[in-house]
């Protein structure tokens, strides 16, 4: 019998931490040919980040904007803190590769719309 209960104990706790956990789905941004700008636009979830992929060289100059429909959505470099961050940012990127950042919703669910250059 306590078995039985201790199970349905840590099943119910095993839901309720998978219900917590933020999302951090991956995009790749895509650029048309011949463009330096892309826009992606979707909706985030309450309390949900996504992470976006740029491929870029060393030395271009790299910017992200975001217009959202709520006042707590932040963009930012992964690896960065979000309190340091706002609705865009600009970088020279330092070594060729991809770049990695974060468009984190820290409210209710809502759209964005996200202009991405790199020159």
């Known amino acids: 019998m306590f078995k039985k209960f201790a199970l349905q104990i840590l099943t119910a706790a095993v839901i309720l931490a998978l219900t917590n956990v933020v999302s951090f789905a991956q995009t790749r941004v895509k650029f048309r040919s011949g463009s330096d700008s892309a826009v ?3 909706s ?3 309390n949900v980040s996504r992470v976006f992929i740029v491929g870029g060289r060393a030395g271009q100059k790299f910017s992200v904007t975001v217009k959202a ?3 707590m959505t932040f963009v930012y470099p992964e690896g960065e ?3 340091e961050w706002g609705s865009g940012f600009n970088q020279t990127l330092e070594a060729d590769g991809d770049f990695r950042f974060v468009l984190e919703n820290q409210g209710n669910a809502t759209t964005y719309e996200m202009t991405v250059t790199l020159k």
Request: net charge positive; aromatic share 0%; proline share 0%.
């Open 81 to 83: 803190e979000t309190g």
């Open 44 to 46: 985030l979830g309450k």
């Open 69 to 71: 429909g709520n006042k």
């Open 40 to 42: 992606v636009s979707g």
